[in-house]
């Protein structure tokens, strides 16, 4: 009887023990998927717009603060949202400064016809040279709604900071954030934009825009731009003039520099910085990705990495 009693005593012991052992486990477990911080993460979303399947992709750096800063990124003619995260180099800039990256997708030329890099291209509807072709009973390519609802719909998921939702656009992509941020000034708080002006100036903004305009000197683009923009001066010097003009700014300065000319804005309103970089010896590109030729011709004296360039830009505004 004194051997059965002890038995029932031990037993009664042991099972306590073993709970408490696997509540550390668990514990342990919890804690060190809290600890340990969210892998890097390029994903891509569905989304559709108008009847087009559009999907964005978005890039999560491992260390993000809680209310990050997103910048969206739209490439030129013949991008897609995978060739605009793959070339331009925002994701490593992302890991290194820990704010979000958002990359649309633009649609091409035939939308109900498969994408071809020579016959049909994909470009963004920047009010320019190019018109998207449609099918019979195809509704409009509407880049400024798909553009604003992949915004919302980061904003909804991502909870980022919204004073700091920034755009950077190159080529045709250029043309398309300025004309964005010219109709959403609210919602826009800076832009950076490289190797295409603004077509379609509006009057007056509802508030002003920082802005940083990139262009090289031996740009081919510029014939096509007058062209086509009959309304207002499309050199450079015009477009960064425009801007400075929209932005209710005073006083127009101008810097030599190593690769070429640093025009500035002063007294805009709301102090907002209006710059313009126009680059020596630089033709339609993005200094810095891989398909711009200085790149590929590994030019040893070229200093210029505009992606560097326009997150540097984007740190130091100060949005209300």
Same mark, same amino acid.
């Given at each position: 009887?004194?051997?059965?009693?002890?038995?029932?005593?031990?037993?009664?012991?042991?099972?306590?023990?073993?709970?408490?052992?696997?509540?550390?486990?668990?514990?342990?477990?919890?804690?060190?998927?809290?600890v340990q911080p969210a892998a890097a993460q390029l994903e891509t979303r569905?989304?559709?717009?108008?009847?087009?399947?559009?999907?964005?992709?978005?890039?999560?750096?491992?260390?993000?603060?809680?209310?990050?800063?997103?910048?969206?990124?739209?490439?030129?003619?013949?991008?897609?949202?995978?060739?605009?995260?793959?070339?331009?180099?925002?994701?490593?800039?992302?890991?290194?400064?820990?704010?979000?990256?958002?990359?649309?997708?633009?649609?091409?030329?035939?939308?109900?016809?498969?994408?071809?890099?020579?016959?049909?291209?994909?470009?963004?509807?920047?009010?320019?040279?190019?018109?998207? #072709?449609?099918?019979?009973?195809?509704?409009? %390519?509407?880049?400024? *709604?798909?553009?604003?609802?992949?915004?919302? /719909?980061?904003? +909804?998921?991502?909870?980022?900071?919204?004073?700091?939702?920034?755009?950077?656009?190159?080529?045709s992509g250029s043309g398309m954030v300025q004309l964005l941020a010219s109709?959403?000034?609210?919602?826009?708080?800076?832009?950076?934009?490289?190797?295409?002006?603004?077509?379609?100036?509006?009057?007056?903004?509802?508030?002003?825009?920082?802005?940083?305009?990139?262009?090289?000197?031996?740009?081919?683009?510029?014939?096509?731009?007058?062209?086509?923009?009959?309304?207002?001066?499309?050199?450079?010097?015009?477009?960064?003039?425009?801007?400075?003009?929209?932005?209710?700014?005073?006083?127009?300065?101008?810097?030599?520099?190593?690769?070429?000319?640093?025009?500035?804005?002063?007294?805009?309103?709301? #102090?907002?910085?209006?710059?313009?970089?126009? %680059?020596?010896?630089? *033709?339609?590109?993005?200094?810095?990705?891989? /398909?711009?030729? +200085?790149?590929?011709?590994?030019?040893?004296?070229?200093?210029?990495?505009?992606?560097?360039?326009?997150?540097?830009?984007?740190?130091?505004?100060?949005?209300?």
């Amino acid at each position: 009887m004194v051997s059965s009693s002890c038995a029932i005593s031990t037993n009664a012991i042991a099972i306590p023990m073993i709970q408490r052992n696997l509540l550390s486990v668990l514990f342990v477990t919890v804690l060190a998927a809290v600890v340990q911080p969210a892998a890097a993460q390029l994903e891509t979303r569905p989304f559709a717009h108008n009847g087009y399947s559009r999907p964005y992709q978005i890039y999560r750096p491992a260390h993000l603060p809680p209310r990050p800063a997103a910048v969206f990124m739209l490439g030129g003619i013949r991008s897609t949202a995978e060739s605009t995260a793959r070339d331009f180099g925002w994701i490593d800039e992302a890991d290194r400064n820990g704010f979000l990256v958002v990359f649309p997708d633009p649609v091409a030329t035939q939308p109900d016809q498969p994408i071809d890099r020579k016959k049909n291209v994909t470009f963004w509807e920047m009010n320019g040279s190019r018109t998207h #072709r449609l099918a019979p009973g195809m509704l409009p %390519v509407d880049d400024d *709604g798909y553009l604003m609802d992949v915004l919302h /719909d980061v904003v +909804r998921r991502e909870h980022p900071d919204r004073k700091r939702i920034f755009f950077a656009g190159f080529s045709s992509g250029s043309g398309m954030v300025q004309l964005l941020a010219s109709r959403h000034p609210t919602e826009i708080k800076g832009v950076v934009a490289v190797a295409t002006p603004l077509m379609d100036p509006p009057a007056k903004l509802a508030r002003p825009v920082p802005i940083l305009y990139i262009h090289g000197d031996d740009d081919e683009q510029f014939s096509g731009f007058q062209a086509n923009s009959p309304h207002f001066a499309t050199t450079p010097h015009g477009n960064w003039v425009t801007w400075g003009y929209l932005d209710g700014c005073q006083i127009q300065t101008a810097e030599k520099t190593e690769w070429g000319v640093r025009f500035s804005w002063q007294g805009c309103k709301d #102090r907002v910085p209006v710059l313009a970089d126009f %680059v020596k010896n630089l *033709g339609h590109e993005w200094s810095g990705s891989l /398909d711009s030729r +200085r790149q590929k011709e590994g030019e040893p004296k070229n200093p210029l990495n505009f992606t560097d360039m326009a997150w540097q830009f984007f740190a130091g505004i100060h949005a209300k």
